[in-house]
């Protein structure tokens, strides 16, 4: 089973621009959640998708923004980019389906994004 | 809210023996996880506690401790490549909602011959 993949792996854009992320989880998985990681300050979550609703969100700026597609896919959109957002973001995957162990989360191997 | 404690850093000899503790104070508790993480790539899962004691599997074990809010992931016969962070993560109770999953900091590994 293929596992979670996130494109573009790297991605260079100037301060002001917006950029988008994707991910596609693994197959069987409607939660998607989002992370940014940044060197000290470990991973700090973004939002949850879970059935193209948002289910839980972080202490982002509005700037951050997601979404979830009917196949369960997901993007992230950062608008307005600041060199702050410089970081590597993140996405996981879980099945949830209720069961206890089904909202383990299977990372995938995220996006490295550098805003000049 | 969530609160996550871990060491920061630590060191261990190859060969040897390291247990990584975790502290948490929740508002609840639906379970406790335990990734690795190697620099520069994403974090992989290794093992989940629902219930108190002690799971193991292969050279990787993990503990609960419930009432003590307190959690350890053990590392036998530590090999150079065990050298990554290792992040600790609770899953808070569901009680009207749902709640999302908190991450320690982690605790940064060093093997060393």
């Known amino acids: 089973k293929a596992g979670v993949t996130q494109t573009p792996r790297y991605l260079i854009k100037t301060r002001g621009q917006q950029v988008t992320l994707s991910c596609s989880p693994i197959s069987g998985h409607r939660s998607v959640s989002w992370y940014q990681q940044t060197p000290g300050q470990g991973l700090q979550f973004l939002f949850e998708y879970f059935s193209e609703t948002q289910r839980n969100k972080g202490n982002f700026p509005g700037r951050f923004s997601g979404r979830q597609f009917s196949n369960s896919r997901s993007e992230m959109n950062v608008s307005t980019l600041e060199l702050g957002d410089s970081a590597l973001y993140l996405c996981a995957s879980s099945r949830d389906s209720g069961r206890i162990g089904t909202d383990t989360q299977y990372f995938g191997p995220g996006t490295r994004l550098t805003v000049l | ?113």
Not at chain 2, 6 to 24: D, F, L, S, W
Not at chain 2, 39 to 60: H, I, M, W
Not at chain 2, 72 to 83: A, F, G, I
Request: aromatic share 12%; hydrophobic share 35%.
């Open chain 2, 1 to 113: 809210g969530q609160n996550i404690d871990q060491p920061t850093e630590m060191t261990a000899t190859e060969g040897a023996i390291v247990q990584i503790n975790c502290t948490y104070q929740t508002s609840g508790f639906n379970g406790l996880f335990w990734y690795q993480q190697h620099a520069g790539e994403a974090p992989t899962f290794l093992s989940y506690n629902v219930l108190d004691g002690l799971e193991e599997k292969g050279r990787f074990s993990s503990f609960l401790s419930r009432s003590k809010g307190y959690s350890y992931l053990l590392l036998k016969e530590l090999q150079m490549k065990d050298s990554a962070s290792y992040l600790c993560a609770v899953r808070p109770l569901r009680i009207g909602g749902y709640q999302k999953v908190t991450f320690g900091t982690g605790t940064k590994l060093q093997v060393i011959p």
